[in-house]
């Protein structure tokens, strides 16, 4: 369509195609529509005068009217536009749930019944978390005996059973815990293991005199399994201050008294070698703790009051107490700064580790940092593993690599604790699951071995077995092979 206009009489003119309309300002007589060669009918006539019509505005209102309609139309443009990826556009489907399959509690040494309440309480904190959800081992139980008894009864909807068994299989991470004692003090040790993998991933442990207490512990322990927990602000070492303390001998509790007289040692020396932290030797405090006690006549048996007011009576304004305990296949070591003055915990650590004895080593200097609240992020250290095979894929954390002729070392790493999983030939070896600690500016050295399968053949009772087989075998061939006597036969001596 095209628009002309005619300055002559300021009228409008529109022609589509080879058609023409044209109507003069102010009149209505003529309306003239022309096509060469025919003639116009009614019809189009009165399209064409109604066209004229709609359009047909002096040049004065133009101005006003045109952008008046610009005005309009621009509005409707927008709302339409606006209206139609709202009309596109879906609900945004929310991200599925990330599933945890929460495992029977162990109770060591403790009522069954403590350890299933520790776990339900973990199972209702996941529960309760937006994006999360917990599967019960009783739940995961009671899916697959359901599916089980249909598919033996021929449910006709067997595969709707099948699908939820998978629904329920379908996690992606497995929490186990244990529940145990560590001297008068309740421990809850939880970690999570990756269902891919079968790695160990995180690890948290929290520690309580009341089983009360250690149940409102559980948020704090499900935040720290999750990685979203921000520990509370404990003391911390101000930049070039000074720290006067003594190490008080750690209490053993189920490992040998050797064991805690060699942590407290080793603390002790690794608290000396921070800058600014000086510490009372071993023997100082020993004899100073036998006088105070033979002077005030105290009988110190490990509590803490006790502790602190010798402490005090020494004048020491901080002391290092603790314990190392090991609870079935977890060590466990805890520490408390105590200000003496105030007879308060200004710092508490509690690490935990499954792995063996000689970890423990690395696991106190990495408490040693934390408990006088020293940075020790930048000090990195590393890792000079040997093991007892040659070829096998090692994960320490998340890192993966290959052993190189039964070694594996490691550099720059973050201290902390890490979780080492050593996957040899399956055929002839177990896989190997520990937990290894980093101390700050240390390298971790450590003789490691791959337990190695005993196959049927290797067993002492197949041995024996096969002894008893042979010995049978060759008895009865020898009792065969011997030649009977026969009757009335003999030999005759005739004496001389």
Not at 201 to 227: H, I, N, W, Y
Not at 231 to 254: N, T, Y
Not at 298 to 327: H, P, Q, Y
Not at 375 to 388: I, P, Q, R
Request: charged share 25%.
């Amino acid at each position: 369509m095209e628009m002309k206009k005619q300055s002559g009489n300021e009228a409008w003119s529109v022609v589509r195609g080879p058609w023409s309309v044209g109507e003069p300002r102010g009149t209505a007589e003529r309306a003239k529509c022309s096509r060469t060669g025919l003639a116009p009918t009614p019809v189009l006539a009165l399209t064409g005068f109604l066209l004229a019509l709609g359009i047909a505005y002096p040049a004065a209102a133009e101005e006003k009217a045109v952008p008046a309609a610009e005005e309009k139309a621009a509005p409707a443009a927008d709302a339409k536009a606006a209206e139609k990826p709202a009309q596109e556009s879906k609900p945004a489907t929310p991200p599925p749930a990330k599933k945890f399959l929460v495992q029977k509690f162990e109770a060591v040494g403790v009522e069954p019944g403590m350890a299933k309440a520790a776990e339900e309480a973990v199972v209702l904190d996941v529960g309760q978390r937006e994006g999360l959800s917990a599967v019960t081992f009783a739940e995961m139980e009671q899916t697959i005996k359901f599916a089980k008894t249909q598919t033996e009864t021929g449910c006709a909807e067997l595969e709707k059973c099948l699908v939820e068994v998978r629904k329920k299989l379908s996690v992606d991470t497995v929490i186990v815990g244990k529940l145990g004692k560590m001297g008068d003090d309740f421990l809850l040790s939880v970690n999570t293991i990756d269902t891919r993998t079968g790695a160990a991933l995180q690890r948290a442990t929290v520690q309580a005199k009341e089983f009360s207490d250690l149940k409102t512990q559980v948020r704090g322990a499900v935040d720290e399994l999750l990685g979203v927990g921000v520990r509370k602000k404990m003391f911390q070492l101000p930049a070039g201050g000074q720290l006067k303390l003594a190490v008080w001998p750690l209490v053993g509790r189920g490992v040998p008294a050797e064991t805690a007289d060699s942590m407290t040692q080793i603390l002790s020396a690794e608290l000396n070698q921070i800058k600014g932290v000086g510490v009372m030797s071993q023997d100082d405090i020993k004899a100073m703790v036998s006088k105070v006690a033979t002077e005030k006549k105290l009988d110190c048996t490990g509590s803490t009051e006790c502790i602190v007011e010798i402490g005090a009576a020494l004048g020491l304004s901080k002391l290092v107490i603790g314990a190392v305990g090991k609870v079935k296949d977890t060590f466990v070591i805890s520490l408390q700064l105590l200000e003496t003055r105030k007879a308060e915990v200004q710092s508490r650590v509690l690490e935990s580790f499954a792995g063996d004895a000689d970890e423990l080593k690395n696991a106190i200097k990495l408490a040693a940092y934390q408990v006088v609240g020293v940075d020790y992020a930048a000090k990195s250290g590393g890792v000079d593993l040997t093991f007892n095979v040659e070829e096998a894929e090692v994960q320490l954390g998340e890192k993966k690599a290959k052993l190189k002729e039964s070694r594996y070392a490691q550099k720059d790493l973050t201290p902390g604790r890490y979780s080492l999983r050593v996957l040899a030939d399956p055929g002839d070896y177990f896989p190997l699951q520990t937990d290894l600690y980093v101390a700050p500016g240390a390298e971790n050295v450590r003789t490691l071995t791959v337990q190695e399968k005993t196959h049927w053949y290797q067993t002492w009772w197949f041995w024996t077995i096969t002894g008893v087989v042979v010995a049978g075998t060759v008895g009865g061939i020898v009792w065969a092979t011997q030649v009977e006597t026969p009757a009335g036969s003999g030999t005759v001596t005739v004496g001389q």
